[in-house]
C-alpha cells in the first residue's frame, strides 16, 4: 500500500477517535469521575503500547548517548524557565 494512502488513513482514524472521544467523555464522565476516567485512558494506551512494542520486537534498550543528551537538555530547560535572565546579562 502506499505510504502516503496509509499515513492519510491513520490521520483519518486518529481524527475520528480524537474528536469522538468529547462525546464519550461527555456521556461517561456522569458516571465514572474525571480522574478516574484520566488515569484509565493511561492505562489502555500504556497496555496498548506495550503489546504494539511486544508483537513489533521493539528494542527496549535505551542507548547512552541518547539519555546522556536527554538529562543535559532537560536540565537546561528546568534552568531556563525557572531561572529567568533579563538585560543584557541574557545574551
Not at 22 to 46: E, F, G, H, N, Q
Request: charge should be positive; include cysteine; hydrophobic fraction near 55%.
Amino acid at each position: 500500500m502506499n505510504k502516503t494512502l496509509l499515513g492519510s488513513l491513520y490521520l483519518s482514524l486518529a481524527a475520528s477517535i480524537w474528536g469522538g472521544m468529547y462525546v464519550v467523555v461527555k456521556v461517561v464522565v456522569d458516571v465514572v469521575p474525571p480522574l478516574v476516567l484520566v488515569w484509565l485512558r493511561y492505562v489502555i494506551a500504556i497496555f496498548a503500547l506495550l503489546i504494539i512494542g511486544v508483537v513489533t520486537k521493539q528494542s527496549w534498550r535505551i542507548e547512552k548517548r541518547l539519555a546522556i543528551n536527554f538529562h543535559y537538555w532537560a536540565c537546561w530547560k528546568y534552568n531556563f524557565y525557572h531561572y529567568p535572565r533579563s538585560g543584557y546579562d541574557a545574551l
